[in-house]
């Protein structure tokens, strides 16, 4: 299973794009071992349409566009569930025995993420109460991806 973390919006070079690529990396190192390959960031441009919705439905067709057809799509939205590491290693772990082809973790742009897109997601999952800076957001999403293989794959990075 190809794992895509989708971000809405491109990363200034940085120390949060940093931390993003070194999650990734390691991440990608233990998912080979889980059959979890290959894991990798996609960057999607924030559409210029003049209106939210018109911006946020863009944006929507070309998160699809790159996730391909029958993907399990875990959209990140304010408005989620928040849930544990470990339910999320399961969501992963899940997908994957499921024969899932592609798992996209989604981040939505400044407007965030179109309603229906939303309503398609396997799952719409929160980073907590509250409200987080994108940069940081994609590196929240990076580590729960690394711990989540490290979870999977029973390496001792995650300790209950």
Known sequence: MRLLLISVGRAKPGPERDLVARYLLRAAAIGRSIGIQPIELREIDESRARRTQDRKLEEAKT?????GTDAHVIACDETG??????DFATQLGTARDNGAATLGLVLGGPDGLDPAFRAEA??????????W?????????????????????GHPYHRN
């Open 122 to 131: 396997r799952l719409v999952l929160a980073f907590g109460a509250m409200t």
């Open 81 to 86: 569930k928040a849930i544990t590491s470990t």
């Open 63 to 67: 998160i699809r566009a790159a996730l």
């Open 133 to 153: 800076p994108h940069q940081l957001a994609r590196a929240l999403a990076a580590e729960q991806i690394y711990r989540a293989t490290t979870i999977l794959s």
